[in-house]
């Protein structure tokens, strides 16, 4: 019997430690205890941010300060859609600050980058991916940047004609992932290497290269 009551008595002891350790945790603990959540100005709001563009506002990091400082998934920042709330979208991506919606909203710079490192706004400044000297001239004129992923307009000046793809004015230095050191337009508007003029050997077009023009003095010799 005095073996049981010492256990019944040891047991009470033990809750009364238990109850103890509670009351002193419960009493130091604050429901804004993250640095996240105590770097917020809204620590009540999850919904509302400070600073345009801040992850660590909002949502531990899952989400992004929106252009009207308002709480948004980050998956939705470059997600090929507009995110503007003067075209009635619920969200509000489209300012310098997050980059036009990350390219979505076009009105970029051409051949600034966009979509991370994945894409540059084109000759329009809709976001495309990079298809800049690819052997294929991309001319295309897409009205948004969900058109401009299948391809977008790279052939102007600011593009160096897509990088010569899409031809040039003959002489100007170009530049194509497809031929070795500097590169030059040719009588035809095509980016070649330069190293061809004058190699002793005339490219007049039969072998794919036309340098035999006046412009570019007949090969540098090679076609007189």
């Not at 400082?69 to 600050?97: S, T």
């Not at 540059?120 to 000297?133: H, L, P």
């Not at 004015?169 to 330069?194: L, M």
């Amino acid at each position: 019997m005095k073996s049981r009551k010492h256990e019944m008595s040891r047991q009470r002891s033990s809750l009364r430690v238990i109850a103890a350790g509670l009351v002193l945790l419960l009493g130091n603990f604050s429901p804004v205890t993250s640095a996240v959540a105590q770097s917020s100005p809204y620590p009540n709001d999850p919904q509302r941010c400070d600073n345009i563009g801040d992850e660590d506002e909002c949502w531990y990091g899952e989400g992004i300060c929106d252009c009207n400082r308002k709480c948004v998934k980050k998956y939705r920042l470059g997600d090929w859609v507009c995110h503007d709330a003067g075209r009635g979208d619920l969200y509000h991506l489209n300012c310098e600050a997050l980059n036009r919606d990350d390219g979505d909203c076009g009105g970029g710079t051409p051949g600034e980058k966009c979509w991370g490192d994945y894409g540059i706004f084109d000759c329009n400044g809709n976001c495309t991916y990079s298809r800049v000297g690819d052997g294929r001239c991309d001319d295309k004129n897409p009205v948004s940047s969900l058109r401009a992923f299948l391809g977008g307009n790279l052939n102007c000046k600011a593009l160096n004609y897509d990088g010569g793809d899409c031809g040039g004015p003959t002489g100007n230095r170009c530049r194509n992932q497809y031929i070795n050191g500097e590169g030059i337009y040719d009588c035809v508007g095509k980016c070649v290497e330069k190293s061809r003029i004058g190699d002793g050997t005339c490219d007049n077009g039969s072998n794919g290269v036309n340098l035999g023009c006046p412009n570019l003095g007949y090969d540098g010799g090679d076609c007189r």
